[in-house]
C-alpha cells in the first residue's frame, strides 16, 4: 500500500470524474490514475484503478493447503492468505487470492503487479439493468 495519503480533491477526481470536472475542471494530463488496494469494512478490500472500482469479498476458509498470492506470487499458508470473490459481471465471479495483510505484499508487488492485477479485474460489466 502506498505511503501517500489521498486528498479528498484526488479521490473525488479518480472515483467521481465528472464531479470533479465540475468543480474543479479538467484533471492534468501528466497526473497519473490512482491505483491501489485499500481495505474497507469487514475485511473486504476495494481496487481502485483511476475511475474504476472493484470489491474484493472474503471467502471462509477451508482446507489446509498453501494458497499462491495473486499479487506478489509468494505461497503463503492458510493463515497468511485469504481468497476473495470479485463480481466482474452479470453471472460473472473471478476469485483471487492474496497475502493478509496486503501491504507488504503490494509493496513486494510493486506497480506492475497492481497494474497486471487491475488488468485481470477490470473492465467491470455493469451488472445491473438500465
Given amino acids: ?7 479528498a480533491a484526488e479521490l473525488l477526481r479518480e472515483l467521481f470524474p465528472e464531479s470533479y470536472r465540475e468543480m474543479f475542471g479538467e484533471r492534468p494530463l501528466s497526473a497519473p490514475p490512482t491505483l491501489g488496494l485499500y481495505p474497507v469494512a469487514d475485511g473486504r478490500l476495494a481496487l481502485v484503478h483511476g475511475d474504476q472500482l472493484a470489491e474484493f469479498t472474503p471467502i471462509a476458509q477451508k482446507g489446509t493447503t498453501a494458497l499462491h498470492c ?4 509468494h505461497t503463503r499458508s492458510r493463515s497468511e492468505a485469504q481468497i476473495y470473490r470479485v463480481v466482474v459481471g452479470a453471472r460473472r465471479t473471478r476469485y483471487v487470492t492474496l497475502c493478509t495483510p496486503t501491504e507488504h505484499c503490494q509493496q513486494r508487488a510493486g506497480q506492475r503487479g497492481l ?12 451488472i445491473y439493468a438500465e
Fill in 115 to 126: 497494474e497486471a492485477l487491475a488488468d485481470h479485474i477490470f473492465p467491470i460489466e455493469n
Fill in 70 to 73: 495473486d499479487l506478489c506470487h
Fill in 1 to 7: 500500500m502506498s505511503d501517500k495519503a489521498h486528498t
